[in-house]
C-alpha cells in the first residue's frame, strides 16, 4: 500500500505555466535550501526551494516545514514526475505530491524600458561600479572593471570576448553574438561557470534596454544548442537569459539602473547569489548599461 502525502506549494514561478505536458525528472542535486531536479526534454532546471533562496524562475516554493519534509524523504526518492497541476516524488511507499499549480504565481521576466533617460543611466551605473569596485569581485570578471581576481587565462578570455558580445547585442549582429557565445559558455569555474553567468546577465539586460523580437528568435535557439556544451546550472542560466527570466534581485537591480535609484540593498541581494554568480551577473549588466549609454 502507497501512502499518498499532499503539500500545497507557497508560490510558483508563472513560467512554468507554458508546460501542460507530463515530464518526468531526476534529482539533480540536494542542498539545505533547494532541489535542483533535471526534467526530461527541458532545456533548464525545474528548482524546488524554501523561502530563504532567492526567487527566481522556473522554482517552486514550499514552506520550511515541507520542505524539511521533502529532505527528510531525500534518501528514498526513487523518480519523480512534473505536470500541470502536480509535482510528484516517488518513495518505495510513500508518493509526495505538491500542488504547484493553485498556489501563487510569480513573475520573473525583465521589464522593457523603451525610453530611459541617459543621464540616470549614467548616474546609476557609476554608483553601482564604485561600490563594487571598493568589494573586489570574486571572480575573474573582474577585469572588466580592471580590478584583480581570479585565473589568469580566464580573465584574458573575458577581457577580449565578453565587450565584442555586448556589442553584437546592442548592434543586433546575430551572427557575431553565436560567434562570441561559443567562446564564453562553459568557460570558468563554480557550479555555474563564470562565462555563462556573464551572457545571461548581458542577455536580461538586453532584454530591458535593447529589445528586439526579431533578433532573440534565431540567436536564442542556435544559443539553446550551443548550451550542450557547459553543465545543467550553466544551461539553466543561459536558457532563462534567453527568455529573458532572472533571479528577482536581478529584476530589481536592472529596474534600480533604469529609474536612477541604486541602492547598496538591492546589490547586496544579488551578490549574494551564488558564491561569485551574483557579482558575475551584476557587472555584466553594468558593462551592457555603460555600453548602451554610449551608443545613445
Not at 539545505?32 to 532545456?43: E, K, M, P, T
Not at 505536470?83 to 516517488?90: A, F, G, K, P, V
Not at 532584454?207 to 553543465?231: D, Q, V
Amino acid at each position: 500500500m502507497v501512502a499518498k502525502t499532499m503539500i500545497q506549494a507557497v508560490w510558483h514561478a508563472d513560467d512554468l505555466k507554458r508546460y501542460e505536458n507530463e515530464y518526468n525528472f531526476q534529482i539533480l542535486s540536494f542542498h539545505d535550501h533547494v532541489i535542483n531536479l533535471r526534467v526530461a526534454s527541458w532545456r533548464h532546471l525545474l528548482i524546488i526551494a524554501d523561502p530563504f533562496l532567492e526567487q527566481g524562475p522556473a522554482m517552486v516554493c514550499l514552506s520550511n516545514s515541507d520542505f524539511a519534509l521533502l529532505k527528510q524523504c531525500r534518501p528514498g526518492i526513487v523518480r519523480g514526475s512534473f505536470n500541470r497541476d502536480y509535482l510528484e516524488l516517488w518513495t518505495e511507499n510513500q508518493v509526495i505530491k505538491v500542488r504547484w499549480r493553485e498556489s501563487k504565481p510569480a513573475s520573473f521576466l525583465s521589464k522593457r524600458y523603451e525610453n530611459t533617460n541617459t543621464s540616470t543611466l549614467r548616474s546609476a551605473v557609476f554608483s553601482y561600479k564604485s561600490i563594487i569596485c571598493k568589494e573586489l569581485p570574486p571572480s575573474p570578471a573582474a577585469v572588466l572593471f580592471n580590478l584583480p581576481g581570479g585565473d589568469n587565462y580566464f580573465r584574458r578570455e573575458i577581457n577580449r570576448y565578453f565587450p565584442l558580445l555586448v556589442d553584437a547585442l546592442l548592434l543586433g549582429r546575430e551572427q557575431e553574438f553565436l560567434t562570441v557565445s561559443r567562446k564564453l559558455i562553459g568557460l570558468g569555474q563554480g557550479l555555474t561557470p563564470t562565462g555563462d553567468d556573464l551572457i545571461h546577465g548581458a542577455l536580461v539586460a538586453c532584454h530591458s534596454f535593447n529589445y528586439s523580437e526579431t533578433f532573440n528568435e534565431y540567436p536564442g535557439a542556435e544559443l539553446s544548442r550551443l548550451a550542450a556544451k557547459t553543465n545543467y546550472f550553466g544551461r539553466h542560466m543561459l536558457e532563462m537569459g534567453i527568455l529573458g527570466l532572472t533571479p528577482r534581485a536581478v529584476k530589481m537591480f536592472i529596474d534600480s539602473i533604469a529609474e536612477g535609484r541604486p541602492s547598496d540593498k538591492i546589490l547586496n541581494r544579488v551578490t549574494a547569489i551564488g558564491s561569485s554568480s551574483g557579482y558575475e551577473i551584476a557587472i555584466a549588466i553594468l558593462c551592457f548599461a555603460e555600453k548602451f549609454i554610449y551608443l545613445r
